[in-house]
DNA sequence: ATTGACCTTACCCTACGGGTAAAGGTTAAA
DNA sequence: TTTAACCTTTACCCGTAGGGTAAGGTCAAT
């Protein structure tokens, strides 16, 4: 009989985070008490902790679902897990890529910056160009 | 008397994206033709232009904000735009590191999966636990 | 006169909750 | 018994940076 702000505590979730998982059908719906107060079985929080543990792997709500979809169907194939998996890796390298071209060129332009009272701002003039 | 279509093309920005900043204040408010239509002066094209820069550089639009202010005001110090652009250089090593600590563990994880008709499978087994 | 391309406002949608309100429940101590 | 401290509920608005779409006004050419 685990009330949400326990079930957030065991999960590291946010309160408001497990309402709106509930909200948009990511996990199952919790009982409630007679004074509706939410409670958390075994299940929920499992489910619960594997959402969590797929938010801190990188991938979003949609991909947590699909992946807890694919955890609890005995019937699955790794092959379709892992083909999420792949997905995610490419575009995590892009990003990837892209943030450090980002890094590299605001890099450049800071060191060129005098960084004083002065007005004059290789920075500012990299974007009116 | 460019419209705002022809400003978007002048400036790689989408008409979407030039209603918002004018609705949001991040830039002046273009003055209107007797229709109603928007039309685009000089110095708002310019205004789009640094936006767009700022956007490509990675800075979200709070920041672009501010450092179009600093591009207008003659009495600018280049040490106050190095700050930003150096607070951004910060965030962004921050953000790489971290994906590149998550796409690492997700390749690793990634290997270890047979991606077959099975239904073992160790990424799975990393988000049970 | 009609078509197609353009413009307008207005509304709903995204992801992931944070913040807050208003209302009510539970528990333990004074 | 009352009171305080803490818990829960629903419900709303807020943020990012616009995308999508509807419904309608305008313009130039056919």
Redesign the interface.
């Known amino acids: 009989m685990v009330s949400i702000s326990q079930a957030a505590k065991m999960t590291g979730l946010s309160i408001k985070s497990i309402r709106h998982y509930e909200q948009i059908g990511l996990i199952s719906t919790p009982p409630r008490s007679e004074n509706e107060y939410r409670y958390y079985p075994e299940a929920l929080i499992?489910q619960l902790?594997?959402i969590k543990?797929?938010k801190d792997?990188?991938f979003n709500l949609k991909e947590s679902r699909a992946?807890l979809e694919?955890?609890e169907?005995?019937?699955?194939?790794?092959?379709d897990?892992?083909?999420i998996?792949?997905q995610?890796?490419t575009e995590?390298?892009k990003?990837?890529k892209q943030?450090?071209q980002?890094?590299k060129?605001?890099?450049s332009?800071?060191q060129q910056?005098?960084?004083?009272?002065?007005?004059?701002?290789p920075?500012?003039d990299?974007?009116?160009?």
């Open positions: 499992k902790h594997f543990s797929t792997a990188g992946l694919l955890s169907d005995n019937m699955r194939s790794s092959a897990v892992k083909h998996a792949l995610k890796i995590l390298e990003r990837i943030q450090q980002l890094l060129s605001l890099k332009l800071t910056c005098q960084g004083d009272k002065q007005a004059s701002c920075i500012i990299a974007f009116v160009k």
